[in-house]
Antibody, heavy 116, light 112 residues
Framework: QVQLVESGGGVVQPGGSLRLSCDASGFSFSNYAIHWVRQAPGKGPEWVSVIAYDATQKYYAESVKGRFTISRDNSESAVYLQMNSLRHDDTALYYC?????????WGQGSQVTVSS | IVMTQSPDTLAVSLGERATINCKSSQSLLYSSNNKNYLGWYQQKPGQPPKLLLYWASTRESGVPDRFSGSGSGTEFTLTISSLQAEDVAVYYC?????????FGQGTRVEIK
């Protein structure tokens, strides 16, 4: 079955950096785009970024453009989210997800807390 | 595309109908295939959102048939025909018509 496992979260000071990983299994990873979606405490989900199956296309939310970079390694079945210049409002649970029609598979999330 | 749900909170008696509305700031109907690029999700505490419906009205595998979706263009509805205790959750609509993907603010469903 499809499994997505996020890691790399933690507590970081404003202006700091983190790199999240999403390890995938149970499906043909190299055929699928992968998304990052975050959810701040008590708030609804917010789409963050997507990378195409072959990494030729990448899109970002305006709120993270220029600070976050998405990448993937199909040989490792992994997607990464490099987060720089972190701000208090980046504090959230970060999920990776697949999308066939709608986000049909989600991981359990990795918590990112930006605090001084 | 801005997604707006109503109401924010809904209290319904067990066995009664629950109706959640979702409006999009532009049409989600793609003319070439006549499909609405809208999904509905259920989220329970401590869990990621779960896809219930896609194409506005197609149930994901394993979703009970008491969940149904309707609407087209810019106005959509999620209906729970007979509310069960396990349906207490927050429900979100989401468009996948274009980027950035966007969600509604959520509707909390409670037992009256």
């Amino acid at each position: 079955q499809v499994q997505l496992v996020e890691s790399g979260g933690g507590v970081v000071q404003p202006g700091g950096s983190l790199r999240l990983s999403c390890d995938a299994s149970g499906f043909s990873f190299s055929n699928y785009a992968i998304h990052w979606v975050r959810q701040a405490p008590g708030k609804g989900p917010e789409w963050v970024s997507v990378i195409a199956y072959d990494a030729t296309q990448k899109y970002y939310a305006e709120s993270v453009k220029g600070r976050f970079t998405i990448s993937r390694d199909n040989s490792e079945s992994a997607v990464y989210l490099q987060m720089n210049s972190l701000r208090h409002d980046d504090t959230a649970l970060y999920y990776c997800a697949t999308e066939e029609v709608g986000f049909d598979n989600w991981g359990q999330g990795s918590q990112v807390t930006v605090s001084s | 595309i801005v997604m707006t749900q109503s109401p924010d909170t809904l209290a319904v008696s067990l066995g009664e109908r629950a109706t959640i509305n979702c409006k999009s700031s532009q049409s989600l109907l793609y003319s070439s295939n006549n499909k609405n690029y809208l999904g509905w999700y259920q989220q329970k505490p401590g869990q990621p959102p779960k896809l219930l419906l896609y194409w506005a009205s197609t149930r994901e595998s394993g979703v009970p048939d008491r969940f149904s979706g309707s609407g087209s263009g810019t106005e959509f509805t999620l209906t729970i025909s007979s509310l069960q205790a396990e349906d207490v959750a927050v429900y979100y609509c989401q468009q996948y018509y274009n980027y950035p993907r966007t969600f509604g603010q959520g509707t909390r469903v409670e037992i009256k």
